[in-house]
T-cell receptor
Framework: DSGVTQTPKHLITATGQRVTLRCSPRSGDLSVYWYQQSLDQGLQFLIQYYNGEERAKGNILERFSAQQFPDLHSELNLSSLELGDSALYFCASSADRSRNSEAFFGQGTRLTVV | AQSVAQPEDQVNVAEGNPLTVKCTYSVSGNPYLFWYVQYPNRGLQFLLKYITGDNLVKGSYGFEAEFNKSQTSFHLKKPSALVSDSALYFC???????????????FGTGTQLKVEL
């Protein structure tokens, strides 16, 4: 158990809908990262938050947004969903912003858009 | 941009034999390299990292990795493979994002390890 909790584990929704994925980082970790894993794109970095502030942005679509709350949990919002958004979405956390500290991953949310 | 490459989609090895999963990197500056393992329907588990220091890094579950600067490689190794080691292995490099002061992991495409009896 990595200590990173993601809910829900599975989500099935229709095209055009909006969903929210939730992540609770390991106790004490200030950085939260979101990644998308799909068969065709592999593991792709979406966005990083550190202590409530956005710090890095990757290939995140404009239909997607995220935030980190004062209690350090994070949410990833996906809207106007398309079939191609079906993927495994991972949250990871690390203690700080440095490159030294390893990131610990949650078990992921499997999103299926039908 | 920094990147890593995993040249083998799959590696097969017999239980008890040594295993190697290959990774090469392309970075500017000092590399910050990581190995993760993913079991079916699970998240990624951290195995080990190279930041600086000894070229042989020891990690979890008996795994180790050899950093080779001249060959720009960071191969994952284990002296004696177990059937339970069968999983998907990812090499990754930690990249700084200068705007915003953040960082990200850039992953390789993954190597499926299959250990057979």
């Amino acid at each position: 158990d990595s200590g990173v909790t993601q809910t829900p584990k599975h989500l099935i929704t229709a095209t055009g809908q909006r969903v929210t994925l939730r992540c609770s980082p390991r106790s004490g970790d200030l950085s939260v990262y979101w990644y998308q894993q799909s068969l065709d794109q592999g593991l792709q970095f979406l966005i990083q938050y550190y202590n409530g502030e956005e710090r890095a942005k990757g290939n995140i679509l404009e239909r997607f947004s995220a935030q980190q709350f004062p209690d350090l949990h994070s949410e990833l919002n996906l809207s106007s969903l398309e079939l191609g958004d079906s993927a495994l979405y991972f949250c990871a956390s690390s203690a700080d912003r440095s490159r030294n500290s390893e990131a610990f991953f949650g078990q992921g949310t499997r999103l299926t858009v039908v | 941009a920094q990147s890593v490459a995993q040249p083998e989609d799959q590696v097969n090895v017999a239980e008890g034999n040594p295993l190697t999963v290959k990774c090469t990197y392309s970075v500017s500056g000092n590399p910050y390299l990581f190995w993760y393992v993913q079991y079916p329907n699970r998240g990624l588990q951290f195995l080990l990292k190279y930041i600086t220091g000894d070229n042989l890094v020891k990690g979890s579950y008996g795994f180790e990795a050899e950093f080779n600067k001249s060959q720009t490689s960071f191969h994952l190794k284990k002296p004696s493979a177990l059937v339970s080691d069968s999983a998907l292995y990812f090499c990754a490099v930690r990249d700084l994002i200068l705007t915003g002061g953040g960082n990200k992991l850039t992953f390789g495409t993954g190597t499926q390890l299959k250990v057979e009896l």
